[in-house]
């Protein structure tokens, strides 16, 4: 998982240089759309100048004092997703830049999000720069790397029998996660699946499995902006289905599995199924599979981790090409 540094002695307010000359940097202080703040244009006032505060009508569509804004707590809403770190949020904003409801962001990163700030203005949206302690309290961790972007977290799909035909009729890989548990495998799996260009993971309907949370999130570096997350009641007759649909089915076994993961004759697609970290598939899930796969290592250690694990695999079965291998 990335670290991210907390910023250092220079984002103090008192003491961080000011910007370069037509750059737009959002301001410390109480949320404000574009136009509230007492000077035009996109060069803040001097830091000697005062903070203007909000007018009567920004602060009664707030409804609320800036310490009291809803996403600026560390306990996450069930309706909303925070989206951490630069890469994610870009990634967010360069895909669908109207979702993003509230931007939160260090004094640092600040100037590096103006497009984004003045975007935001024109929608009337919150935008704020605030201290680092603050923004951990919004993150609902230190590993904020300096922005935190809210947004409404996405519905996850169920795959119809008709999703699955136009998937194998477009050859299209499917990556298959069997109750895989840690938020931040999730995160990895997707940022492997999206560098490589698998852009569909399934998941099962169970309590075990972990969704894309903020920390989901924040792992993946914006991978989840370029996947389809979808859910199926039933594994096991998931992957049956995957069968008579033409994919080839392959499981991620700790033992027991071929010790590579050839291609079959002809152009199947390949749909990925791994298992859980500590439990791999389930017996029902294995058995439903073409094949099982599995790593050879030197023996030291039992196994790969889960998010290691499905790097390698989908290396080897969808992006290799044959003339590598």
């Known amino acids: ?39 035009a244009g996109a060069k ?33 809403a069930r309706d909303e997703l925070k989206l951490c770190g630069l890469a994610a949020v870009r990634a967010r904003f360069a895909r669908d830049p109207g979702s993003i409801q509230r931007l939160f962001f260090d004094y640092a990163t ?14 009337k949206k919150v935008y704020r720069c605030v201290e680092p302690a ?9 590993h904020h790397g300096g922005i935190v972007a809210v ?3 996405p519905a996850l799909r169920l795959v119809a029998a008709d999703d699955l035909r136009q998937w194998a009729k477009r050859g299209e890989a499917v990556l298959v996660l069997d109750r895989i548990g840690n938020a931040h495998n999730l995160g990895a799996i997707a940022r492997t ?12 309907e169970d309590p075990a499995a972990a969704r894309p949370t903020d920390a989901a999130h924040r792992v993946a570096e914006g991978g989840f902006e370029h996947l389809e997350v979808w859910q199926v009641k039933s594994l096991a007759t ?17 033992r027991g599995g071929r010790p590579d993961a050839p ?16 439990h791999g598939l389930a017996p029902e899930v294995a058995e439903a599979c073409s094949r099982l796969v599995t790593i050879p290592g030197s023996g030291k250690v039992e196994s790969l981790n889960v998010s290691v694990a499905a790097a390698v695999l989908i290396w080897e079965l969808f992006a290799r090409t044959p003339e590598r291998r």
Not at 56 to 67: E, G, L, Q
Not at 110 to 123: D, N, P, S, T
Request: charged share 15%.
């Open 1 to 39: 998982m990335p670290h991210f540094s907390k910023p250092g002695p220079g984002s103090h307010p008192g003491s961080r240089p000011a910007p370069s000359s037509g750059e737009f940097f959002a301001p410390a202080g109480p949320p404000r759309p574009r136009g509230a703040s007492g000077y």
């Open 44 to 76: 803040p006032p001097a830091p000697s100048a005062p903070v203007v505060p909000p007018p009567p009508a920004f602060a009664k569509a707030d409804a609320a004092a800036p310490s009291a804004l809803k996403g600026s707590r560390s306990g996450p």
């Open 110 to 123: 600040g100037r590096q999000i103006g497009v984004m700030c003045k975007v935001l203005a024109q929608a």
């Open 134 to 142: 603050e923004l951990e309290k919004i993150a609902g961790s230190i």
């Open 151 to 153: 947004v409404a977290p």
């Open 193 to 204: 699946a999206a560098f490589f260009g698998v852009s569909r993971i399934v998941l099962p």
């Open 238 to 254: 998931f992957a049956r289905e995957l069968t008579a649909a033409g994919y080839d089915v392959v499981g991620a076994a700790t």
């Open 263 to 278: 291609r079959p004759a002809g152009r199947k697609p390949f749909a990925l199924l791994l298992g859980n970290e500590e």
